[in-house]
């Protein structure tokens, strides 16, 4: 990954060259915490009798939580982040011939190595909860793998990560304007409107039409934050006129969205359903405004500060240990669920609106903190003391055939949950961290 310094960021340099810049780093921890906690609080357990027996989302019983998915759904902020710093370094890997597929086995076997471990544990309790009638990993079975969606979005867009440099250069905001127009031309070939009076119903003909065409929005939709980010990084647009435009554009496409009848939420994964995740809509752009616009707006206070406290390193340790936290945050939930049940806590605090529900929610959120922090320190301990810097594999046929086994084993653990997801997934990602090594 290179963070080094674009024309406009330049400015801000003090001592070194190489300087790295603590403002992306902030940003993904920003996003990270958001989604630690996001996914924590959309969890709703579900208890009789002392036993837990079910699992709510938050959206399922809450209309007015989709609101806040405008804020909490931090994917194209990650994936924005991601190409944003590793863009020129990619470039110049390109410019001296080196294949991009080295780059991208690096990303892959770093991703691919700690989830071998967390499925692994996963495995282990699915096991012993099959055996021993365990009744808490049962209801929280695909709680445990959902998260992994993520993982596989970014993996893939960042196999077209040269493609979309090369736009960059060669069109600039045009590749972006581009993107916007295929993703709104698949979400016209979805809703057929026939009139104008299908124009005010438009986002609900799209979302009530699932034909496999619209999963081409699952390519353009997620790019889209990748080319976002390389303009971005290479001085495409900046300031704060350009972050208040961006941010205003993004309540304003929202706010039009939904009443031209997209689904108010950006984070329901209902296959198949009312939805503008699975696969994406053109709403699900309004999101990207909206962060993008904050992003370049607060870019250069927060960046000042950021060095004036002398945060960087803080910010770069946090981001080192992002992927563990990502990984294993849900798996918190298992702990916090029993220790919930022995305190009789109101970790089942009944519906938005009763008494005593978001006293739940935070006791709730407490737990689920107070045991991620020793399962933390355990992946931790493991990961210090495991080799890091294993090299990767440089044989194309090695590469493609340990891409697809990770794909494929993050694609089956998400799909089936722990049990028996994760047991399968975990053959595919064991393989997968063999093969992307260099012999």
């Known amino acids: 990954m290179s963070d080094a310094w674009p024309k406009h960021h330049a400015q801000h340099k003090e001592t070194a060259e190489d300087q790295r810049d603590p403002y992306p780093d902030a940003l993904r921890a920003l996003a990270l915490l958001i989604v630690v906690l996001g996914h924590w609080a959309a969890t709703l357990p579900r208890v009789e009798g002392g036993i837990l027996v079910d699992t709510d989302h938050i959206l399922d019983v809450w209309a007015p939580a989709g609101l806040y998915t405008w804020l909490v759904q931090v994917v194209p902020l990650f994936v924005f982040v991601s190409a944003a710093v590793s863009s020129q370094g990619v470039q110049q890997r390109l410019e001296r011939g080196r294949p991009h597929l080295h780059w991208w086995a690096d990303r892959a076997l770093g991703l691919a190595r700690p989830t071998v471990s967390y499925l692994a544990v996963l495995t282990g309790f699915a096991l012993t909860a099959l055996f021993t009638r365990d009744g808490v990993l049962g209801p929280l079975n695909h709680s445990l793998t959902v998260h992994l969606w993520f993982l596989l979005i970014l993996l893939g867009v960042q196999l077209l990560l040269p493609l979309c440099v090369w736009a960059d250069r060669r069109w600039g905001l045009k590749a972006v304007a581009g993107l916007v127009l295929l993703i709104a031309i698949v979400d016209l070939l979805r809703a057929r409107p026939t009139g104008a009076a299908d124009l005010l119903k438009f986002g609900a003909l799209v979302t009530d039409t699932h034909d496999y065409f619209g999963w081409v929005n699952i390519v353009l939709v997620w790019v889209l934050p990748q080319q976002l980010g390389i303009a971005w990084w290479h001085s495409r647009f900046f300031g704060r006129r350009t972050g208040l435009g961006l941010l205003l554009l ?48 607060l870019e250069t206070p927060v960046r000042n500060f950021l060095k004036r406290q002398h945060m960087g390193r803080w910010m770069a340790v946090f981001g080192a240990l992002g992927l563990q936290l990502y990984l294993w945050h849900k798996f918190a939930e298992l702990p916090a669920t029993w220790l919930g049940m022995r305190l009789g806590w109101l970790i089942d605090a009944g519906l938005p ?34 080799k890091q810097d294993v090299p990767h594999a440089t044989s194309t046929p090695a590469i493609l055939a340990g891409g697809t086994a990770l794909l494929i084993g993050l694609g089956v653990s998400l799909g089936l949950g722990a049990f028996p997801g994760a047991v399968i997934g975990l053959v595919g990602v064991a393989l997968a961290s063999w093969l992307l090594r260099a012999r």
């Open 353 to 386: 609106g009763e008494p005593g529900f978001w006293i739940g929610r935070l006791e709730w959120l407490g737990l689920c903190i107070l045991m991620v922090t020793p399962v933390m320190l355990v992946v931790v301990a493991f990961e210090r003391y495991r």
């Open 250 to 297: 993004g309540l304003a496409w929202l706010g039009l969205a939904v009443a031209a009848g997209y689904p108010v939420s950006m984070v329901n994964g209902n296959v198949g359903g009312h939805t503008n995740l699975l696969p994406p809509t053109l709403a699900l752009l309004g999101v990207m405004w909206l962060q993008v616009g904050l992003v370049v707006l």
